[in-house]
């Protein structure tokens, strides 16, 4: 009958085109009253039901009445015994499951099916049914029939119970649990798909439970498994025990996993292998073998396989680059694979894991196909030369042709930005490379179309332009833009313009020239710029220059955008103070941007938070009535833990530094599920001398598992010289008993107890917001020697001028100035450059000079507007 | 004023020239994805494409990838774009890992987490290829195809299920999908297979 069919169709075929062209919804929908005749002609109706699928897999949406009634349609057609027409209801009732409604009239049916003697029928019938069922239809009718066909002999229908179960745990997760014994036999069958089911549903019914997933892995890393597939699924179980556990890689888990890598399928091997390298404690050791095996799979003649090995050998190399080396050869063979993303992974582990010698050769090979790869490529590309950068800095110049190359190529913004970001990188990493990879970004902005990109790299020349041998080639390509571009490139070329006025002595009377004429351009802006640049520098004077040119004031900016609003709102006569906005604290963005050149891509990255700590916070605090009439915290520290991890209260302080207070905030988290905590307060006693608590506001009810805050509110002492302290702590609070499921106390009686936590320590650092100072030397001339303080120490701890640096600068808690922060090697001696402002608005200059001879010396100048604060600082180093 | 003059200038200056930081691209976030939990649902989608690009038949089993249709259709386009040239077998895009395979004017796709075992993936699709070539008796094209819709849909079905893995052996689906003995040659049969079609012949006769 089926050859019948497929002959007249063919005949079809011939006269005209596809039959599945053009087809309209409304048409399709209206043969569908086919379905109801009688008798029930097997051919036309399969047809038709294979229309209605094709509109639906091509997008068609069908509504609620249109798909109910289709369902109608479809279940008349039960009663023909065709085959290939009821697995196609089948297939219809899945599509339209989660469409229609009153799904339930075909149960019975499909019950009648699933339990019938036909076996075509059985296995496709469960999940038809199970797709219509919810958990009551389920534990009342069918539970039976699912507990039979899961031990059921023939793999199909065990296979298709399994994997309904496991779709049904979504819903009905308590009663698939109790189907756990059959699931235990199934596992036990010989089927290879059968055998993987039974395992993923075991595994996800015993997940919660450590001690009996340890159990199920102990019995089935003993006997062997037949399926691959389940010997993927328990290698990847095995992994998650491993790393949960913490057990070390003796332990007879770790065992098996290596003894994977020695199975007959290569999909084992691969897992075992992938496994291993993505183990947080894999040493040198355990690698080799799986890296060896790897190896191996880099010749093979299957892309996939070359693919799968290069992937996981690129992450090797990320963490562990020696133990790739071994591979090297086999991975030069892979730069002219076919399959371009296996070039690409192949080149970017060499790059990670070769020798200086070889980045010219590797560097010719990619150039010669750089331009077939897809973007995305493209930017692992760039990154891995990132890395190289900072590797071997001699190679720059090579690096950076290659980069300058890569610019002028077609590219997305992104992959623009992640070339631009490179080449700033190495700017910055080495003075060297300074000149030749400012001349490369001039020349890209010539000729570039994102605004966003021009913009960035021309506050770059500001930056650093001056401070070059030859700064005025660069106000060609500065002045070009003002001619060219649009707005927003103008103003920031205008910027970068005036920075060279306010350095460049000789330069100056051009600037102003420049300057001028930029006062004609057509968008305010530009012109403000120019306007306001032009007035200061014809002041010729440098402090000005200094102040208001060279230095950004970094104010932060929704404190700054609050604070004003705030203003406007209460019309007064006095003009807003700008420094009673609080100073932002340095974006730890540079930081984060090296790390990442680093670890390329192992670890998701946290998405950058737009706002900083101190923004965050103040937001919250600014809710709290007795805090905000304080004002904006002026710095807040990181959260300090003021309890054991493990505890049965947990316990955090922040400091939040005000410009005359002092507040803690204890982030309390109450871990007792039986317990409910009221009026929790922290007493502070001891208190060091000076310090009055003005304020204490308690949380007034801390329920099982919930962070809340309550916060003591201390002034500081009016001598600036004993601000700092040590602050003993003790949690006071009443508790209720509870019920723990639903945390409603049991009655009201509540008794009173204390709970001691560990010490608190204010010191310099908290009363100090990290400030940077483009140019320090002006700024230190300018706060001029009246108040400075100098000192001698010796620093008898330190073994390395690093770890002084180090520690000095979190001991202070400022921000270090000009990249005095690296200490070239092989140096004796050092000069530190650090500035901060103090609460107070204070701004305070450090200068240490730094002498290595057994330990370190060091020699500190400090140089605040406000002598009490220099002594404070001086006095709180020794 | 000079300090309201200074603020108005600061503020837009930040604003513009924004401190360097431009990082974190789409695609390198979801590459970075965490280890997975293990599970069964290893299967992100399949899909059978023309030489056009269009679609023939798609499923998508996850529901945070590509909800919508029209998204699906933009992956399938630029899938396409990305594979039809060059006869490369696996490629990642968009997150996903993708393994494929082609004959004639035909495509076929099967789509993974970018952290799925890719030959895990592969024998999938291999599965997905060879069941269809023995229903099409080796004729892989789409005329033949749109022909047979009905059966191909009953294998892309057996073979996934929700994004579980139901059967990857070809045999095995091509048995289940109800071809009767005449629909495959007797060359490409089992033994297990010619017993189980001529028990069902003789059961249908003494059904008649």
């Known amino acids: 009958m089926i050859g019948f069919k497929r002959d007249s169709k063919k005949d079809e075929e011939d006269g005209g085109g596809n039959p599945f062209q053009n087809l309209e919804k409304t048409t399709v929908l209206q043969e569908a009253r086919t379905f109801n005749e009688t008798p029930v002609n097997p051919r036309k109706c399969t047809q038709i039901l294979t229309k209605i699928l094709y509109i639906l897999n091509q997008g068609e949406i069908l509504g609620t009445v249109e798909a109910t009634d289709t369902f ?303 973007d995305e490529f493209k930017i692992v590309v760039v990154k891995a030369i990132r890395a190289l950068c900072l590797k071997f800095p001699r190679k720059h110049s090579v690096l950076m042709n290659f980069l300058s190359a890569m610019l002028r190529d077609e590219g997305g913004l992104e992959y623009k930005a992640s070339i631009a970001d490179t080449i700033i990188t190495i700017i910055e990493e080495n003075p060297e490379a300074k000149e030749t990879g400012l001349a490369h970004l001039c020349e890209f902005i010539e000729d570039c179309e994102h605004t966003s990109l021009a913009v960035r790299i021309l506050h770059l020349l500001g930056k650093e332009g001056p401070r070059t041998k030859q700064p005025s080639r660069y106000i060609r390509f500065i002045y070009n833009r003002v001619i060219l571009e649009n707005a927003p490139v103008r103003a920031a070329a205008v910027s970068a313009l005036a920075q060279f006025g306010a350095l460049c002595a000789d330069l100056l009377p051009n600037v102003k020239v420049l300057l001028a004429r930029c006062q004609m351009d057509t968008d305010d802006e530009v012109r403000d710029r120019a306007t306001y640049y032009s007035v200061i520098l014809n002041c010729n004077d440098a402090v000005l220059n200094n102040r208001f040119i060279v230095e950004n004031t970094h104010l932060s900016l929704p404190t700054l955008e609050k604070s004003l609003h705030q203003y406007t709102m209460q019309p007064s006569e006095t003009p807003f103070d700008a420094r009673t906005v609080p100073v932002a604290a340095i974006s730890p963005s540079e930081e984060a941007r090296l790390a990442a050149a680093e670890e390329i891509s192992t670890k998701p990255k946290t998405a950058i938070a737009t706002m900083t700590r101190e923004e965050t916070y103040a937001e919250k605090l600014r809710n709290i009535p007795q805090l905000a009439a304080l004002g904006s915290p002026f710095h807040s520290s990181p959260a300090v833990d003021l309890t054991e991890s493990e505890t049965e209260y947990l316990v955090k302080c922040v400091k939040h530094v005000y410009e005359r207070h002092l507040v803690f905030q204890f982030i309390c988290t109450n871990t007792l599920n039986d317990q409910l905590l009221e009026n929790v307060h922290v007493h502070l006693d001891p208190l060091p001398e000076g310090f009055v608590v003005a304020a204490n506001i308690p949380c007034q009810r801390l329920p099982y598992g919930e962070a809340q805050s309550c916060f003591t509110v201390l002034t500081f002492p009016d001598v600036l010289a004993i601000s700092v302290g040590s602050f003993g702590a003790v949690m006071k609070f009443s508790t209720k008993d509870c019920d723990p499921a639903t945390g409603l106390p049991d009655s009201d009686d509540s008794y009173d107890d204390e709970y001691m936590l560990e010490d608190l320590d204010v010191s310099v650092a908290d009363q100090m917001q990290k400030v940077a100072k483009a140019n320090f030397a002006a700024s230190w001339d300018e706060a001029g020697d009246e108040n400075e303080l100098e000192d001698v120490f010796a620093l008898t701890s330190m073994q390395t001028l690093d770890e002084a640096v180090k520690n000095i600068i979190q001991f202070l808690g400022m921000q270090p100035c000009e990249r005095s922060d690296r200490v070239q090697e092989g140096k004796s001696s050092h000069t530190l450059l650090l500035s901060g402002v103090f609460r107070g608005n204070h701004d305070v200059l450090v200068r240490a000079k730094l002498a290595l001879s057994e330990g370190v010396t060091m020699q500190l100048a400090v140089r605040c507007s406000d002598p009490e604060v220099s002594e404070l600082v001086t006095n709180s180093v020794g | 004023m000079q300090v309201c003059n200074s603020l108005r200038f600061h503020v837009k200056s930040s604003i513009i020239a924004p401190p360097c930081q431009l990082e974190e691209t789409k695609t390198s976030t979801k590459m970075e994805e965490v280890m997975l939990e293990p599970t069964l649902y290893t299967i992100k989608g399949m899909a059978i494409l023309d030489n056009d690009g269009n679609r023939i038949l798609a499923k998508y089993y996850d529901k945070n990838v590509f909800p919508t249709v029209t998204e699906q259709k933009a992956f399938e386009k630029n899938l396409f774009n990305k594979t039809h040239r060059a006869d490369a077998e696996i490629i990642m895009l968009d997150g996903l890992t993708c393994v494929y395979r082609s004959n004639v004017d035909l495509f076929f796709y099967v789509m993974g987490s970018s952290f799925e075992n890719e030959l895990i993936l592969m024998s999938v699709l291999n599965c997905l290829y060879d069941s269809i070539s023995q229903i099409l008796r080796k004729n892989v094209e789409k005329r033949v195809i749109m022909e047979n819709l009905d059966i191909v849909m009953l294998a892309m079905d057996e073979i996934c299920d929700g994004g579980i893995i139901l059967e990857a052996d070809s045999g095995n689906v091509v048995q289940r999908v109800a071809l009767r003995a005449d629909d495959i040659p007797l060359g490409e049969q089992t033994v297990a297979q010619v017993l189980q079609t001529a028990k069902e012949q003789l059961k249908w006769s003494l059904l008649k």
């Open chain 1, 72 to 374: 109608f349609a479809m279940t008349k057609l039960f009663q023909s015994h065709d085959v290939i027409l009821r697995r196609m209801v089948y297939l219809g009732i899945k599509e339209l499951a989660p469409i229609a409604k009153d799904l339930f009239i075909v149960t019975s049916s499909l019950t009648t099916d699933m339990t019938g003697r036909e076996n075509l029928y059985r296995a496709a019938a469960i999940r038809a049914l199970c797709s219509i069922t919810d958990g009551n239809t389920l534990q009342q009718s069918i539970e039976r029939y699912m507990k039979q066909a899961i031990v059921d002999r023939n793999a199909a229908v065990s296979s298709a119970a399994l994997v309904s179960s496991l779709h049904m745990t979504r819903f009905a997760g308590e009663v698939v649990k109790r189907w756990v014994n059959e699931a235990q036999e199934a596992i036990n069958t010989d089927s290879i798909m059968v055998q993987y089911h039974a395992l993923g549903v075991l595994y996800h019914i015993r997940k919660t439970d450590r001690l009996a997933v340890t159990k199920l892995v102990a019995k089935l890393t003993k006997s062997t498994m037949k399926s691959p597939y389940a010997l993927c699924m328990l290698i990847r179980i095995t992994c998650r025990l491993i790393e949960e556990d913490d057990v070390g890689t003796n332990s007879k888990l770790f065992e098996f996993v290596q003894s994977c890598l020695r199975h007959k399928s290569e999909m084992v091997i691969y897992e075992a292998a992938h496994a291993i390298v993505n183990m947080k404690k894999t040493g040198a050791r355990e690698l080799a073998p799986a890296v060896s095996v790897l190896q191996l799979f880099c010749s093979s003649s299957k892309p996939t396989l070359r693919f799968a090995a290069v992937r996981t050998l690129n992450k090797v190399a990320m963490t562990h680059p020696a133990a790739v080396t071994a591979c090297n050869l086999d991975l030069e063979s892979l730069i002219t694979d076919a399959n371009r993303s296996v070039a690409t992974l192949a080149i970017t582990t060499l790059l990670k894991t070769g020798a200086e010698s070889s980045v010219d050769r590797l560097m010719k090979q990619i150039s010669s196909f750089v331009s077939e790869i897809s």
